[in-house]
T-cell receptor, first 111, second 113 residues
Framework: TQLLEQSPQFLSIQEGENLTVYCNSSSVFSSLQWYRQEPGEGPVLLVTVVTGGEVKKLKRLTFQFGDARKDSSLHITAAQTGDTGLYLCAGEVEYGNKLVFGAGTILRVKS | NAGVTQTPKFRILKIGQSMTLQCTQDMNHNYMYWYRQDPGMGLKLIYYSVGAGITDKGEVPNGYNVSRSTTEDFPLRLELAAPSQTSVYFC????????????FGPGTRLTVT
């Protein structure tokens, strides 16, 4: 069974601070996706990383896929209250888009 | 496009009752999925389908059944509901291929008492 360990589980920070969320596994994934989920809604895709060592930027969010395709990180610069939500990483365990999800990181950004 | 729709939004079941969670997508996606989300546990794959007539088990299939008679619909059946099936259920769909985005419905919150 492939497992994705996500840390931290919960993060409460002030607006303007930086933060990093980590997603680690002993398994290799063909791709890794990051989703954001708001209360009462389904997850929404933020980014997909496919190549080992890949770095993708989405405005203030920077996503990195580890060289060995076993881990990933999400870095948010100058967090805003609108970044509040549940962040989920998901590894694609085999071609055909079956995903294994991490337990999620609850981010709360205070003004 | 409505995307992925799920009904009902909420449901309370008594132990031993049965019910079907409905899921429909209008994006002509080949792949469809059912997940359950428990607090602090992320999403666990229950069943998935790669096309009409084809279904397969995910990580936690026990106590559930699915069918896929059309591209659009992927209902999830709970037989003999148990308290352990109290959860939020999400249906998702994707087109095909490596790393394709999964589009999620709004979820069904189910309580079994």
């Amino acid at each position: 069974t492939q497992l994705l360990e996500q840390s931290p589980q919960f993060l409460s920070i002030q607006e303007g601070e930086n933060l990093t969320v980590y997603c680690n596994s002993s398994s290799v994934f063909s791709s890794l996706q990051w989703y954001r989920q708001e209360p009462g809604e389904g997850p929404v895709l933020l980014v997909t990383v496919v190549t080992g060592g890949e770095v993708k930027k989405l405005k203030r969010l920077t996503f990195q896929f580890g060289d060995a395709r076993k881990d990933s990180s999400l870095h948010i610069t100058a967090a805003q209250t609108g970044d509040t939500g549940l962040y989920l990483c998901a590894g694609e365990v085999e071609y055909g888009n079956k995903l294994v999800f991490g337990a999620g990181t609850i981010l709360r950004v205070k003004s | 496009n409505a995307g992925v729709t799920q009904t009902p939004k909420f449901r309370i079941l008594k132990i031993g009752q049965s019910m079907t969670l409905q899921c429909t997508q209008d994006m002509n996606h080949n792949y469809m999925y059912w997940y359950r989300q428990d607090p602090g546990m992320g999403l666990k794959l229950i069943y998935y389908s790669v096309g009409a007539g084809i279904t397969d088990k995910g990580e936690v299939p026990n106590g559930y059944n699915v069918s896929r008679s059309t591209t659009e619909d992927f209902p999830l059946r709970l037989e003999l509901a148990a308290p352990s099936q109290t959860s939020v259920y999400f249906c998702a769909s994707s087109f095909i291929g490596q790393g394709d985005e999964q589009y999620f419905g709004p979820g069904t919150r189910l309580t079994v008492t």
